[in-house]
């Protein structure tokens, strides 16, 4: 029924086709009509519904073309490997196989739908087909365990230079992870990490971008929180040119790292945040911590100055 | 076979029978006596061999009694469940399964034997049937990923503690988590962690104690390296009373550590340790370190004083 749906809005391209005309020509309700039309959103089109003139189709789904991809990526290690899934639970998960199995460093787990994305503390994570990037990089760095906080800034550093640089949108971290436009998420980040005393053996950052939603892709109140870089910029993006410039920002930043250590990352991370020098509220584990966040410390953790003149220093918390 | 040989022996209790007098009895040669008696000994069965003489049966394999283990043992969280188990690969591998569907802290895994032990940096750990303590106990602290550190140097002091409360022998800790007897190793402890971000998910305590083994269950030139409780007593020990005194003295230690943080840890560790003040080799990921070990830091970090004066943190390392 969704392909009858389609071939019928690509019979007449442009036109607005309304739900009873739907239902009349193929013989379903305009209950059925709406329900496809939601499906075939999911997979990637896109429609504009105008009451009382009804559908019309304005998008059809992106897809990798992973031969472009891989032949314009100018990197020695990230990305040269790419596992390319049409839909995936989660990237995350996929990702913590390969690596158990002894995938190399730099190996990318890439999907075109999440069906069960993941962000931080079990929260679930809107991945709907050909609209976003969502991903998982395999690292195994040479840093021992208690170092992994500062993996987590220098991904944030990485994405949120490459956005920039593919177009000047406002885009900045907020500490630890997220990376938000004025005000509004626009992409989450999840390190996983597999260790054995102090060795790391594995880490996984999974990295979701919401790309090319539409407002109308965004169910409920998910607008007055999130947003994404069509929405922001009005036009489309393009997914793979967003992964080849991460994956370049990301291998130049990470070698810098172990070569140079934390502190030229630390100072990308300062120039790029929005969480330094304003107040805060903080739950962490032990209770909460309310301040002014200061800067960030040599092994990556936030120093929050409370209203005692204490410091404390932040290693967790939701902000 | 095995057990007309263990018949034969037990219808002559105390006495040593030749090699010769066994091939003939059952008819095999005497390559296959050696054969079957070997096997009878990773079964956990001992037998003394004394040129000219023979082969004595000097024991039978010890079995844990998993009511008796559980009605002794007086802790709230630690070992409440205990998943026992006749054979495993490792214990460490099992306990991830439950740990990753939710098992709850405390929960312990053990094993009378171990096919396929695990140590640091992927070596294997000879576990042969009912001589040792081979057991994983599943922990979810509410610590961020940084401290796991000092975890293991909580599990080394409890282990510690507990060996020497059941028989004063000269027990102490080698930076970070072996513990040797008289410079032999008697136990080693690998702590395997998973985490999100900052978050720890669950770190699994994998500890194997050479417990009742004898000089003729190591091979080769392990005696050299390695010995074990019996070994050292002279007598057999109850491997139930030692994992309950261990159990104890870890949840007792645990409890404190959540409330007063790593210092008093610290300090009973510096207290059992021989790593300190003495002149040390370190191989690390970024080269060797040589100097004198001063002393651990409050991340448990082990600083080390190198001959030009200079203090470095090790965070890991093979000494």
Same mark, same amino acid.
């Given at each position: 029924?969704? =392909?009858? @749906?389609?071939?019928?809005?690509?019979?007449?391209? &442009?036109?607005? #086709?309304?739900?009873?005309?739907?239902?009349?020509?193929?013989?379903?309700?305009?209950?059925?009509?709406?329900?496809? *039309?939601?499906?075939?959103?999911?997979?990637?089109?896109?429609?504009?519904?105008?009451?009382?003139?009804?559908?019309?189709? /304005?998008?059809?789904?992106? =897809?990798?073309?992973?031969?472009?991809?891989?032949?314009?990526?100018?990197? /020695?290690?990230?990305?040269?490997?790419?596992?390319?899934?049409?839909?995936?639970?989660?990237?995350?998960?996929?990702?913590?196989?390969?690596?158990?199995?002894?995938?190399?460093?730099?190996?990318?787990?890439?999907?075109?739908?999440?069906?069960?994305?993941?962000?931080?503390?079990?929260?679930?994570?809107?991945?709907?087909?050909?609209?976003?990037?969502?991903?998982?990089?395999?690292?195994?760095?040479?840093?021992?365990?208690?170092?992994?906080?500062?993996?987590?800034?220098?991904?944030?550093?990485?994405?949120?230079?490459?956005?920039?640089? *593919?177009?000047?949108?406002?885009?900045?971290?907020?500490?630890?992870?997220?990376?938000? #436009?004025?005000?509004?998420?626009?992409?989450?980040?999840?390190?996983?990490?597999?260790?054995?005393?102090?060795?790391?053996?594995?880490?996984?950052?999974?990295?979701? *971008?919401?790309? &090319?939603?539409?407002?109308?892709?965004?169910?409920?109140?998910?607008?007055?929180?999130?947003?994404?870089?069509? #929405? /922001?910029?009005?036009?489309?993006? &393009? =997914?793979?040119?967003?992964?080849?410039?991460?994956?370049?920002?990301?291998?130049?930043?990470?070698?810098?790292?172990?070569?140079?250590?934390?502190?030229? @990352?630390?100072?990308?991370?300062?120039?790029?945040? #929005?969480?330094?020098?304003?107040?805060?509220?903080?739950?962490?584990?032990?209770?909460?911590?309310?301040?002014?966040?200061?800067?960030?410390?040599?092994?990556?953790?936030?120093?929050? =100055?409370?209203?005692?003149?204490?410091?404390?220093?932040?290693?967790?918390?939701?902000?």
């Amino acid at each position: 029924m969704d =392909r009858q @749906i389609l071939a019928y809005f690509e019979l007449h391209p &442009n036109e607005y #086709i309304s739900g009873e005309q739907l239902s009349e020509k193929l013989g379903c309700s305009r209950t059925a009509v709406w329900k496809h *039309i939601s499906a075939l959103r999911d997979q990637g089109y896109s429609f504009e519904a105008v009451p009382r003139r009804g559908y019309r189709l /304005t998008g059809v789904p992106d =897809r990798y073309d992973l031969a472009e991809l891989l032949s314009k990526l100018h990197t /020695t290690t990230m990305g040269r490997t790419i596992k390319l899934f049409d839909s995936v639970e989660s990237t995350q998960t996929v990702a913590h196989k390969f690596a158990s199995q002894g995938a190399a460093e730099g190996t990318l787990v890439l999907a075109e739908q999440q069906t069960a994305g993941r962000g931080r503390m079990g929260r679930s994570w809107h991945s709907p087909k050909g609209k976003g990037v969502w991903m998982s990089l395999i690292l195994r760095p040479l840093v021992p365990l208690q170092f992994t906080p500062q993996l987590t800034l220098l991904v944030a550093v990485a994405l949120c230079r490459a956005i920039r640089q *593919i177009e000047q949108v406002p885009v900045a971290i907020k500490w630890p992870n997220d990376l938000l #436009i004025e005000g509004k998420k626009v992409s989450g980040i999840l390190l996983e990490s597999s260790a054995e005393d102090e060795r790391l053996k594995y880490v996984i950052a999974g990295i979701g *971008i919401s790309v &090319n939603l539409r407002a109308e892709d965004y169910t409920g109140e998910l607008l007055e929180k999130a947003t994404s870089l069509r #929405i /922001t910029s009005g036009a489309e993006w &393009n =997914r793979s040119e967003l992964i080849r410039t991460f994956l370049e920002q990301f291998e130049q930043l990470y070698t810098l790292y172990h070569e140079e250590g934390f502190e030229p @990352i630390r100072v990308a991370w300062e120039a790029l945040t #929005i969480s330094l020098g304003r107040p805060l509220l903080a739950r962490t584990t032990k209770g909460n911590v309310e301040g002014v966040a200061e800067s960030i410390d040599e092994m990556g953790a936030l120093l929050v =100055r409370q209203s005692d003149g204490t410091l404390t220093k932040l290693y967790s918390a939701e902000i």
